[in-house]
C-alpha cells in the first residue's frame, strides 16, 4: 500500500480507518487502493485553466510540471508522484481535447504520453520562460526514473501555499440607507 515519506498537514488527526467489502481478488483491492490514494494533481483544461495553473506555481514559487497524457483519469503512478512532491513541484495534468489544442500547440507536443518541466519564474521576460523548459527524454516513464528527474528539479524545502490575495473593495459602494424610526404616539 502506498505511504508517503512525510506526515502532511495536522498530525492530530484520528487514523481513518476504511472498510474494503468487495471480493477478496487482487485486481479489485488494487482498483481500491489505487482510487483512494491522494491526489494532489491540477486538471488543466483550456487556456483559461493554464493561467490559473500559472498564476498558483509563481504565486508559490513552484517550479511547473505538465503531463500530457492520452489516458482520461489520473494514473496511481501520477497520484504518487503529485504526494511525494506535493509542495515542492505543481503538477498539472493535460488530456487531449479540444479546449487543449492551443496548448499542445504551444508546447510542441507531438507524441503521448510527454512531461514538461517550467522552472520558477524569476522574472517578467516571457521570452527567457519559453527557453528555460525541459524536457523528459527518457523512453519510459516507470516510478523510479520519474521520481529521480522530477527530484533533480523540486525545491529541496516544501512551501507553505499562499492564499490569494483579495482585491481591495470599492469604497464607492453605496450602503444602503438606514431606515429612519418611526415615533407614533397613541
Known amino acids: 500500500m502506498f505511504k508517503p515519506k512525510k506526515k502532511q498537514g495536522n498530525t492530530d488527526k484520528a487514523k481513518v480507518v476504511l472498510d474494503y467489502n468487495q471480493e477478496r481478488k487482487a485486481k479489485d483491492m488494487k482498483r481500491f487502493v489505487d482510487y ?4 494532489f494533481v491540477e486538471h488543466v483544461n483550456g487556456d483559461k485553466g ?3 495553473f500559472e498564476e498558483k506555481a509563481v504565486r ?3 517550479p511547473q510540471v505538465l503531463l500530457f497524457t492520452s489516458k482520461s483519469g489520473t494514473s ?17 495534468q493535460i488530456e ?16 503521448f504520453p510527454a512531461l514538461l518541466v517550467i522552472p520558477p519564474i524569476t522574472g517578467d521576460d516571457d521570452e527567457e520562460q519559453n527557453a ?6 527518457g523512453t519510459s516513464f516507470s516510478r523510479n526514473k520519474l521520481h529521480m528527474f522530477l527530484s533533480t528539479h523540486a ?11 483579495e482585491e481591495p473593495k470599492k469604497e464607492t459602494e453605496q450602503k444602503p440607507p438606514e431606515k429612519e424610526k418611526v415615533r407614533t404616539e397613541l
Do not use: C, H, W
Not at 481535447?97 to 507524441?111: L, T, V
Not at 528555460?132 to 527524454?137: A, H, L, N
Open 50 to 52: 493554464l493561467e490559473v
Open 36 to 39: 483512494q490514494m491522494p491526489e
Open 96 to 111: 487531449p481535447s479540444k479546449p487543449n489544442q492551443s496548448i499542445i500547440d504551444k508546447y510542441e507536443i507531438k507524441e
Open 76 to 92: 496511481p503512478l501520477t497520484k504518487y508522484l503529485s504526494t511525494e512532491f506535493r509542495r515542492r513541484i505543481l503538477l498539472g
Open 155 to 165: 525545491l529541496k524545502t516544501s512551501v507553505q501555499a499562499k492564499k490569494k490575495t
Open 60 to 62: 508559490n514559487g513552484l
Open 132 to 137: 528555460e523548459i525541459i524536457r523528459y527524454d
